[in-house]
T-cell receptor
């Protein structure tokens, strides 16, 4: 079955710097890749997603890139702010569309220092 | 527009007991997925309900069962609780045709003593 690996497990940056989190997946049939942000004690919040027919997607300070050949995708956060501090999870959907269970990575704890 | 809601917020049970958790999907959504999130880990898929039937199931034992009602709300039942069942249980709602775009509820924190 699908396996998603996420790196790094922890990431510390200075406010204003960029942060990059990388994920790899094993099942070439996966075609949907969301990213979730989870603050302490809160629900995972969908922040951006990408489908396999697109190579890059951007939403203000957040962008996701996908390399289908290499089977990896990355989250890029520019001009980081203290409120970006949270655990970020990547996920892959091995079936997509009408049968979409998500397989999650183990998470990256991002700390943004003021 | 109401988001995904779950009840109860917290629950404490003892080994061997049974528990029922509840979820109401986001308005306009008809699909509910359940996940177990252990401390420090990513959510793990339990099962997904659509049109009142279990559409997909993850690698969880039969002690975990569920139900979906005609109003699309859902229940997760766990029998014969083990200490290892202690976790945050999350439900996520989505639309049947785009079931992978999922929005999570706040979760139920289950502690098994």
């Amino acid at each position: 079955g699908e396996n998603v690996e996420q790196h790094p497990s922890t990431l510390s940056v200075q406010e204003g710097d960029s942060a990059v989190i990388k994920c790899t997946y094993s099942d070439s049939a996966s075609n949907y890749f969301p990213w979730y942000k989870q603050e302490l004690g809160k629900r995972p919040q969908l922040i951006i997603d990408i489908r396999s027919n697109v190579g890059e997607k951007k939403d203000q300070r957040i962008a996701v890139t996908l390399n289908k050949t290499a089977k990896h995708f990355s989250l890029h956060i520019t001009e980081t702010q203290p409120e970006d501090s949270a655990v970020y999870f990547c996920a892959a959907s091995p079936y997509g569309g009408s049968q979409g269970n998500l397989i999650f990575g183990k998470g990256t704890k991002l700390s943004v220092k003021p | 527009d109401a988001g995904v809601t779950q009840s109860p917020t917290h629950l404490i049970k003892t080994r061997g007991q049974q528990v029922t958790l509840r979820c109401s999907p986001k308005s306009g959504h008809d699909t509910v997925s359940w996940y177990q999130q252990a401390l420090g880990q990513g959510p793990q898929f339990i099962f997904q309900y659509y049109e009142e039937e279990e559409r997909q199931r993850g690698n969880f034992p039969d002690r975990f069962s569920g139900h979906q009602f005609p109003n699309y709300s859902s229940e997760l039942n766990v029998n014969a609780l083990l200490l290892g069942d202690s976790a945050l249980y999350l439900c996520a709602s989505s639309s049947g045709t785009v079931a992978d775009t999922q929005y999570f509820g706040p979760g139920t924190r289950l502690t098994v003593l």
